[in-house]
């Protein structure tokens, strides 16, 4: 299935360090997707860290997430202001949970 491609339409739940949150966050187990340049969709992030190696100007960092069910930790895009869209992250995820959307 993968990451919705309309995610910023969906409610903003919150902020984690400057980063949106849009959709369901009912931690530990719904988790929503996380940013607004870069979103990654935590409920299906399995974190095997493809989209961490293949970022060239790192994007992402890992974040704990004890308890949830597909694993406990994600790809955490906190810099995602310095994204240039190669869409490397996209390419190499293996469930479809990054989407990236110019501002």
Known sequence: MGIDPNYRTLPVAKEEQGVKIYGTYEPPTKLGI???????????????????????????????????PASEKKAFPVNEQACIFCMACVNVCPVAAIDVKPP
């Open 34 to 68: 996380w940013g607004t340049i870069v979103g990654v969709d935590f409920d299906l992030c399995i974190a095997d860290g493809s989209c961490i190696n293949a970022c060239p100007v790192n994007v992402f960092q890992w974040l704990d997430t004890p308890g949830h």
